[in-house]
């Protein structure tokens, strides 16, 4: 891996299986039973020029549980941009107080240009409808952790994608991120105008992979392992866009009479969330909360484990870790939400 994690283009099958081991040896102090303190002294740059929660205290509950902290600057209103700051200099300030940077920021390619300026290491933490690297990670960890309890093998899986895979940053780095790894097939669902972009596409096939592209959820889903589906990104809408787009409908819905009736009993529910529940979004169904196929809030949670191990790697105390475990002291519960 590169010094910056900033696409899945910079990763290759052997980075990707190093970071998974990583991460399971993150998994202790992800889950509060023990504690590190190899960042002690390391400050980070999180700097969210896009609307997040997850992802945001994500990086940041990984930063901490390293032992290192942070400093958050949320939205352009709050920072020199406003001003009329260029990506460069603010770089170049921002790597002169911290030691790792994570960016937010709605345009493609404005992490990338960020990075050019510091030799810090930089996390694309999301950039407009470009990629989201570290939710791909996350996202394969969840996978690999729920094949491995429902007995099943990633070569030859069938996985579903659907939603707006236009705009849906998160599928364009996960189907990348698979295509590292031996053939499967994959099916592609989305609304008129919101399909996945072709060199995308051609990538993948170019690896040896099966891309099938239907226009509903309409038909038999039984053999699909994996159905990951996203929200309708809206606020990446032309004004023009935006009128010719009506509702969405019940075609592209996933919920359990979905799930119950197309898809199998070991059919694992994903999503990068926010999911939209307001009535008429027809995003991912709550219907489906509480059902052990949906697998969203275990997905959530294999983000603190993978960000740890993103920065430990990147700054180069993966190997220390280990050495320097205690346990924690404070009460941590045994579980912590009904959906556990």
Not at 32 to 43: F, H, I, K, Y
Not at 259 to 280: A, E, F, K, Q, Y
Request: charge should be negative; include cysteine; proline fraction near 4%.
């Amino acid at each position: 891996m590169s010094s910056h994690l900033l696409s899945t283009d910079s990763l290759s099958r052997a980075h990707v299986d190093h970071l998974m081991r990583v991460a399971a040896r993150m998994e202790p102090i992800a889950q509060r039973r023990q504690v590190t303190r190899v960042l002690e002294g390391a400050v980070l740059g999180n700097l969210f020029f896009e609307a997040s929660t997850r992802t945001r205290v994500s990086f940041n509950a990984a930063f901490c549980r390293l032992g290192g902290s942070v400093c958050d600057t949320t939205g352009f209103t709050f920072s020199s941009m406003a001003k009329g700051e260029s990506l460069y200099d603010t770089s170049r300030v921002m790597s002169g107080y911290c030691d790792a940077i994570v960016m937010r920021h709605p345009d493609q390619g404005s992490v990338a240009q960020f990075a050019e300026a510091t030799h810090v290491p930089v996390i694309n933490g999301g950039d407009g409808p470009g990629e989201h690297p570290s939710q791909a990670l996350l996202d394969f960890y969840t996978i690999d952790k729920e094949f491995t309890r429902l007995g099943k093998r990633l070569a030859g899986a069938h996985v579903l994608l659907t939603g707006d895979l236009k705009y849906g940053r998160t599928v364009h780095s996960l189907i990348k991120l698979l295509s590292l790894y031996d053939p499967m097939r994959f099916t592609l669902v989305s609304p008129p105008g919101l399909e996945m972009p072709s060199r995308v596409i051609d990538r993948v096939e170019s690896l040896g992979h099966r891309v099938e592209q239907r226009e509903s959820l309409a038909g038999d889903f039984s053999d699909v392992d994996v159905v990951y589906t996203t929200r309708i990104q809206r606020e990446r809408f032309t004004e023009e866009m935006n009128e010719n787009f009506g509702a969405l409908s019940r075609d592209f819905s996933v919920d359990r009479t979905f799930i119950d009736d197309h898809c199998s009993d070991s059919t694992i529910v994903m999503h990068p969330l926010p999911r939209d529940s307001r009535p008429g979004a027809n995003d991912l169904d709550v219907d489906l909360n509480g059902d052990p196929r949906l697998a969203i809030f275990r997905q959530t949670d294999n983000g603190i484990p993978v960000r740890m191990a993103i920065f430990a790697t990147l700054l180069e105390v993966d190997d220390l870790v280990e050495k320097d475990l205690r346990s924690v002291r404070w009460f941590v519960p045994s579980r912590l939400g009904v959906d556990d």
